[in-house]
């Protein structure tokens, strides 16, 4: 078997106005990988609550190892109360605190994080110290770092991205994000003057850059691909964006070139747009083919 892919962070219920949908980018991210047939850990925490049972039953549903999902006595699993507009697009009211703000870096978890291909990580997780020093402790034991950025307001602080864009070896914004940052770094809003930055100043390996309607772009193994988006009835953005990363890691950690890894991970956003909720059901075989 292929070592593992580690997702770290929230696990919480998304409500939406066709109903609740179990969310969170790291747990999207994990599920899709799993639906991919892709090995991955989980590792995040919910509540010893009706929410969190459900959670957990779903995680299962999904193919999910809940193994790493740690279970807190106190606080409830983590609710998101989430707004549409009228492209499908979303914006969140997230209950706090919740039980994913006390995720743990227990050794049983470092050693996950240790052996596995890579960890996938963002900010919403370091929206309070602790939640910042777990990450920290998990980064210091993984081998290759994937931030997927998810600035969520007001979680969205400057100095929580520059640190974790320090610590990240590949790094995946959507347009909104990575004009923040480059406003942040004092460099111009496009993909080429982002990576130079990102690169001469954090050492960034990979970068990729969502652009919705316009597609997506790529710089890896010292390569740009540019790929076009795909048509789509839009339901709900939800889940797109987590799908698209799961399967471009997916594709390029089973040696695909980039190329082929952009075009799977751009066809299976658009299937997930098209369709209410974050995880949809789908063969793997239908866009791995």
Partial sequence: MPDPIVCLGETLWDVLPSGEFLGGAPCNVAAHLARLGVPVFLVSRVGADAHGRA???????LGLDTAYVQIDPWLPTGIARAALDAKGGASYEFLSPAAWDRIEADARTLECA?????????TLLQRTAAGAGVVQRVLDASRWRVLDLNLRAPHDSREVVLASLARADFVKL???EARRVADWLGVADEPAALLEALASRYDTESLCV????RGAVLWHDGEWIEQAALPSAVVDTVGAGDAFLAMLLAELLDGRHARLAMERAVRLAAFVASQPGAVPDYAAARFRA
């Fill in 55 to 61: 959670a957990l039953e779903r995680m299962r549903t």
């Fill in 114 to 122: 240790h052996r596995a291909a890579a960890t996938v990580f963002g």
């Fill in 210 to 213: 969502t652009r919705a309607a």
């Fill in 174 to 176: 959507n347009e909104a």
